[in-house]
């Protein structure tokens, strides 16, 4: 099969892949997705087990740019966008032997016993201190100077945790927390920073910016069911092996086989949205150089594991949910508390826990098989959550990310670099995905609306 009529090629039905074709369907542009597996979505999928609904992806996002609620405004009817329960806006953090609430307000931070009192006192001077001139300091370094080590350890580290599954240490400001990074270079200070930004009159952008945590009403799938009917299935190709593109004259040309048939396609764009360990193999044209430079990326290795119970007897989970800080050296990240901020999660009386291990600091815990993993997990639980001996779980599924998270450590900056040379280089080719750009849910949607932009003036 081959086909030169096509005007964009998608690699990739993941969010980003998905956002990108909405809006080029929307300006009546052809395009065709080529994906690997046998199903849309990418890291996105949801289950429906037992009276329990889970994901074994992302089980949220964050309201963190405005091309998040564009998106579903254009879904309206078709999606039901579900906002986190604010009753259960509570954050908890483990310390010794208990958990402990992640302070709100200033009273609260005074009050809290996570934070060294030499460090609140040295969170009055903060506003004082001077800016960082180093653009490849790391988060650690970044927190030490100008809050303390009681603050890094206990809020910037588990914090840190729980969006990268990462390492402060390893992690640079600029890129893998701009905002932060941006608070302390426009402002001068975290703290007169957030109180200028307070009170600054927003654009239209910034107030559809809410910071809202969010998820779909009967899980995210629904969200990529969505899309996926806005764009018509005749526009996806699945079970793709084997895929090689190359520029061809001023178009490209896309080789690869689906369900045993060979197929070529050719096309004017090219949007990548696979990780960066995909690129070398997609694109035989780069140099080794050019791959080396983008391949250079840390994947954090994840386990994430849905817990249910049908009948909850445990610690009242009234919490967004849990992290526990590297310091603590326990066997799990955290546990968002499902059942408590998202409706229909778990039967009435029950609940359902979404359990994370590994990360870039024990990324061996992986490696275990599903029973081992089950009694590690069984016996936090227990202890952090005060589960009644003799009451098992109804509900427990391992789910095993190799490539979770990108960290966006040292060698970004030349990954990012190399990246817009081989764009400029090969115009109408764009290197996208998590590569650059962020990591969460909403990172992808905008990296995908602003790609389709671009193609479509």
């Given at each position: 099969?081959?086909n ?5 090629i ?14 080029l ?5 052809n395009?065709t ?6 199903r849309p ?5 949801t289950?429906k ?5 889970f ?8 309201v ?8 579903f405004d ?7 966008f ?6 259960a806006k509570?954050?908890?953090i483990?310390?010794?032997?208990r ?8 009273k609260?931070?005074?009050k809290?016993p ?7 006192f ?11 001139s180093?653009?490849?300091e790391?988060?650690e370094?970044?927190?030490k ?9 206990y809020?910037v ?7 990268y ?17 941006q608070l ?8 007169k920073g957030?109180?200028?930004k ?7 952008n ?12 009967g899980g995210l ?14 526009n996806?190709?699945?079970n ?11 178009d490209?040309s896309?080789s ?9 396609l050719?096309a ?8 960066a ?5 997609t ?6 150089k ?9 994947y954090a290795?994840?386990?994430q594991?849905?817990v249910?119970?049908k009948?909850?007897r445990?610690?009242?989970l ?8 590297h ?6 990240l ?5 059942s408590?901020?998202?409706s229909g ?8 826990l979404?359990?994370?291990l590994?990360?870039v ?6 490696e275990?098989d599903d ?5 590690i ?12 001996e003799?009451d ?5 599924k391992v789910f095993?990310?190799t490539h979770?998270?990108?960290?966006y450590?040292?060698t970004?900056?030349?990954r990012?670099?190399?990246?817009k ?26 990296q995908g ?8 003036g």
């Amino acid at each position: 099969m081959s086909n030169k009529n096509g005007s964009v090629i998608i690699t990739g039905a993941g969010l980003t892949g998905l956002t990108t074709a909405f809006y080029l369907k929307k300006a009546g542009i052809n395009f065709t997705i080529i994906e690997k597996k046998g199903r849309p979505g990418g890291s996105i999928k949801t289950y429906k087990e037992k009276g329990f609904i889970f994901e074994s992806g992302p089980n949220t996002g964050v309201v963190s740019h405005a091309e998040v609620q564009d998106l579903f405004d254009n879904l309206k009817g078709e999606v039901e966008f579900e906002p986190a329960n604010k009753k259960a806006k509570r954050r908890l953090i483990w310390k010794g032997a208990r958990w402990h609430d992640l302070p709100g307000c200033i009273k609260d931070g005074v009050k809290t016993p996570l934070f060294a009192w030499k460090d609140k006192f040295k969170l009055l001077l903060e506003p004082f201190r001077k800016k960082g001139s180093n653009p490849n300091e790391t988060l650690e370094a970044l927190v030490k100077r100008r809050m303390g080590a009681s603050f890094l350890n206990y809020a910037v580290d588990p914090f840190v945790i729980g969006i990268y599954a990462g390492d402060p240490s390893k992690l640079i400001t600029r890129h893998a927390l701009p905002k932060l990074y941006q608070l302390e270079q426009n402002y001068g200070s975290f703290i007169k920073g957030g109180i200028k930004k307070a009170f600054k009159k927003k654009d239209e952008n910034e107030r559809k910016a809410t910071r809202t945590m969010f998820s779909v009403k009967g899980g995210l799938n629904n969200l990529i069911n969505a899309l996926v009917k806005f764009i018509g299935e005749e526009n996806i190709i699945y079970n793709c092996e084997n895929l090689t593109i190359y520029p061809e004259n001023r178009d490209y040309s896309a080789s690869f086989s689906s369900n045993g048939e060979e197929k070529k396609l050719f096309a004017k764009y090219v949007i990548s949205t696979t990780g960066a360990h995909e690129i070398p193999n997609t694109f035989p044209f780069l140099n080794q150089k050019e791959k080396n430079d983008i391949t250079n990326l840390t994947y954090a290795k994840v386990l994430q594991v849905a817990v249910g119970y049908k009948n909850w007897r445990g610690l009242p989970l009234k919490a967004f949910g849990g992290l526990i800080p590297h310091k603590e050296k326990r066997n799990i990240l955290g546990i968002q508390f499902l059942s408590s901020f998202l409706s229909g999660r778990a039967p009435e009386d029950g609940a359902l826990l979404s359990v994370f291990l590994g990360g870039v600091r024990n990324p061996e815990i992986t490696e275990k098989d599903d029973n081992t993993i089950k009694e590690i997990v069984m016996q936090e639980l227990k202890c952090m959550l005060l589960i009644p001996e003799g009451d098992e779980p109804d509900l427990f599924k391992v789910f095993k990310h190799t490539h979770a998270i990108p960290q966006y450590s040292i060698t970004t900056e030349q990954r990012l670099k190399r990246v817009k040379k081989i764009e400029k280089q090969f115009p109408g080719l764009f290197l996208a995905g998590n590569l650059r750009d962020g990591i969460g849910m909403a990172d992808r949607i905008r990296q995908g609306t602003i790609i389709a932009k671009k193609i479509t003036g």
